[in-house]
T-cell receptor, first 111, second 116 residues
Framework: GNSVTQMEGPVTLSEEAFLTINCTYT??????LFWYVQYPGEGLQLLLK?????DKGSNKGFEATYRKETTSFHLEKGSVQVSDSAVYFC??????????FGDGTTLTVKP | GAVVSQHPSWVICKSGTSVKIECRSL??????MFWYRQFPKQSLMLMAT?????????EQGVEKDKFLINHASLTLSTLTVTSAHPEDSSFYIC????????????FGEGSRLTVL
């Protein structure tokens, strides 16, 4: 079956630090890959996505590149802000089937 | 982007009562909606897949008679927690997949249920 493995948290960074949250996956076929973000007390929001190998998704300074050879979709941001504090979920979807989520990584950014 | 709205965002009820949570896709039609449960500081647990016009598909371990799901139209799915008990207290989240876009899920804001 499909699975997503995320870097364990929590992650605590100082403002303007570089962020990497690792995500690797196993899937049959050619999945689409997603990063979702959940702010405290809210539902999930799509942060970025990539639908095929070598695609780079980007949004709000965050980036992730779909690496088929390493089955990875690591999330990066060059300079984090306090407002980026949230839980980040990596997810995959194959052919409009059920999505598979990672366990989530909690990021706390301190001023 | 597409918008999914959940209502109510939070609800407190007495043990033994039933609670209905609505999930609406506001600007697109969703043939498929998903219901999740999320415990504090944990990931989403898929409870069931709701398909418009047919019975929901429940994940293993989820009680069908406890969590009633109805998807009567392309824009509305409801989750009813029947005879709620304190252990049903949780954050319930719905998501919808557009009939046009493939793969991307749009999430509701979540509904916090507290059973006293």
């Amino acid at each position: 079956g499909n699975s997503v493995t995320q870097m364990e948290g929590p992650v605590t960074l100082s403002e303007e630090a570089f962020l990497t949250i690792n995500c690797t996956y196993t899937a049959t076929g050619y999945p689409s890959l997603f990063w979702y973000v959940q702010y405290p007390g809210e539902g999930l929001q799509l942060l970025l996505k990539a639908t095929k190998a070598d695609d780079k998704g980007s949004n709000k300074g965050f980036e992730a590149t779909y690496r088929k050879e390493t089955t990875s979709f690591h999330l990066e941001k060059g300079s984090v802000q306090v407002s980026d504090s949230a839980v980040y979920f990596c997810a995959l979807n194959t052919n409009a089937g059920k999505s598979t989520f990672g366990d989530g990584t909690t990021l706390t950014v301190k001023p | 982007g597409a918008v999914v709205s959940q209502h109510p965002s939070w609800v407190i009820c007495k043990s033994g009562t039933s609670v209905k949570i609505e999930c609406r896709s506001l600007d697109f039609q969703a043939t498929t909606m998903f219901w999740y449960r999320q415990f504090p500081k944990q990931s989403l647990m898929l409870m069931a897949t709701s398909n418009e016009g047919s019975k929901a598909t429940y994940e293993q371990g989820v009680e069908k008679d406890k969590f009633l799901i109805n998807h009567a139209s392309l824009t509305l799915s409801t989750l009813t927690v029947t005879s709620a008990h304190p252990e049903d207290s949780s954050f319930y989240i719905c998501s919808a997949r557009s009939t046009v876009l493939t793969g991307e899920l749009f999430f509701g804001e979540g509904s916090r249920l507290t059973v006293l």
